[in-house]
């Protein structure tokens, strides 16, 4: 796998900022009751990582449905198909509940990483894709956690 480009790089970073504040949140109670004064209750704790968490999935969706363009035939259509999965389970598998949607994202975030890589493998998605995935994936799944058992 070659080097992350700066771009993609520096802006995956800045996308953690949602999760890595409502991991902060939930292990600092102050801050939370803070942030939930300051600029309202879903902006901390689990509830900022459960909802930026379902736009990421969705916004990956539309990621692999690029990534679908760029093959063709068969593997342009299964392509299609496998890039509305993080989509669709964000809508139904979250909204039960903080814990149950947390566990739900984040079986997601680990399951998109197969995704990601089946697009990888067959050359749509580049080089330095999965470098980048595995890392911000690593970032999202540990809020994530940090939110379900703290």
Same mark, same amino acid.
């Given at each position: 796998?070659?080097?992350?480009? #700066?771009?993609?790089?520096?802006? +995956?970073?800045?996308?953690?900022?949602?999760?890595? $504040? @409502?991991?902060?949140?939930?292990?600092?109670? &102050?801050?939370?009751?803070?942030?939930?004064?300051?600029?309202?209750? #879903?902006?901390?704790?689990? %509830?900022?990582?459960?909802? %930026?968490?379902?736009?990421? /999935?969705?916004?990956?969706? +539309?990621?692999?449905? +690029?990534?679908?363009?760029?093959?063709?035939?068969?593997?342009?259509?299964? +392509? %299609?198909?496998?890039?509305?999965?993080?989509?669709? $389970?964000?809508?139904?598998?979250?909204? @039960?509940?903080?814990?149950?949607?947390?566990?739900?994202?984040?079986?997601?975030?680990?399951?998109?990483?197969?995704? &990601?890589? /089946?697009?990888?493998?067959?050359?749509?998605?580049?080089?330095?894709?999965?470098? /980048? #995935?595995?890392?911000?994936?690593?970032?999202?799944?540990?809020?994530?956690?940090? @939110?379900?058992?703290?």
């Amino acid at each position: 796998m070659s080097a992350i480009p #700066r771009a993609p790089l520096i802006l +995956g970073l800045t996308g953690l900022i949602p999760f890595v $504040w @409502g991991a902060i949140t939930v292990l600092l109670p &102050d801050l939370a009751s803070w942030t939930a004064r300051t600029l309202g209750g #879903r902006f901390a704790g689990p %509830y900022v990582m459960l909802f %930026y968490g379902a736009v990421i /999935l969705s916004f990956m969706s +539309g990621v692999l449905w +690029g990534f679908a363009a760029r093959l063709e035939g068969a593997q342009a259509s299964t +392509g %299609y198909a496998l890039s509305v999965i993080p989509a669709l $389970w964000a809508f139904f598998m979250t909204g @039960g509940g903080p814990t149950g949607s947390a566990i739900s994202l984040i079986a997601g975030f680990i399951g998109i990483l197969g995704l &990601d890589w /089946l697009f990888w493998r067959h050359g749509a998605a580049p080089e330095w894709w999965m470098s /980048l #995935r595995l890392a911000l994936t690593a970032v999202v799944v540990t809020c994530l956690t940090i @939110g379900v058992f703290f």
